[in-house]
């Protein structure tokens, strides 16, 4: 059964600090592995990643993929206080094509 | 009104029928995306299209089947789809193709395959 940890569970940071959120997966045959944020409405899609070792960057956030250790990464630098939400991720396998695992989620918290 | 539409808000259809999905945005954004919210999980993506083109694919069957003519518009086509199938389909916009960039979202689709 495809399995997705993520870690921590919650941050609390202020702003300007850096961020780095971790999830860990065990899937059947990789597919794809994807960071959602989501605030009090629905999920927006931040980050597909397929492949190893290429970084993926849009402003201030990145994220990278290693399939050999089986995590991603998702960081955030000069975080601001509209960062504060819950950084999702999640996997899909081929076994359960076009069907995602999620895991519990990062709550993160950016103080003023 | 997010102005983002979506036609029809229900669809029940035998999975042999082909139906389409149709949304619309005039909000003038560059990105569109299907996502699908099954009963109790979270949204969970299907495609991403930027100025048109296809740029991610979560591994959804080939039983759906999407289509950008423009970047107002995105439908999804759907061909002999199974019971699990049925959920809500949601489609969304974004000014641009960038990670954190607010989507917003339409009213959805509930779908109900028999």
């Known amino acids: 059964e495809d399995k997705v940890v993520q870690s921590p569970l919650s941050l609390v940071v202020h702003e300007g600090d850096t961020v780095t959120l971790n999830c860990s997966y065990e899937?059947?045959?990789?597919?794809?592995l994807l960071w959602y944020k989501q605030e009090k409405k629905a999920p927006t899609f931040l980050f597909m990643l397929t492949s190893s070792g290429i970084e993926k960057k849009s402003g201030r956030l990145s994220s990278i993929l290693d399939k050999k250790e089986l995590f991603s990464i998702l960081n955030i630098t000069a975080t601001q206080t509209g960062d504060s939400a819950v950084y999702l991720c999640a996997v899909v396998g081929n076994t359960n094509a076009g069907k995602s695992t999620f895991g519990d989620g990062t709550t993160l918290t950016v103080k003023p | 009104e997010t102005g983002v539409t979506q036609t029809p808000r229900h669809l029940v259809m035998g999975m042999t029928n082909k139906k389409s999905l149709k949304c619309e945005q005039h909000l003038g954004h560059n990105a569109m995306y299907w996502y699908k919210q099954s009963a109790k999980k979270p949204l969970e993506l299907m495609f991403v299209y930027n100025f048109k083109e296809q740029t991610e694919n979560n591994s959804v069957p080939s039983r759906f089947s999407p289509e950008c003519p423009n970047s107002s518009h995105l439908f999804l086509h759907l061909h002999t789809l199974q019971p699990e199938d049925s959920a809500l389909y949601l489609c969304?916009?974004?000014?641009?193709?960038?990670?954190?960039?607010?989507?917003?979202f339409g009213p959805g689709t509930r779908l109900t395959v028999l």
């Open positions: 969304a916009s974004s000014p641009q193709l960038l990670g954190g960039n607010e989507q917003f």
């Open positions: 899937v059947t045959n990789f597919r794809s």
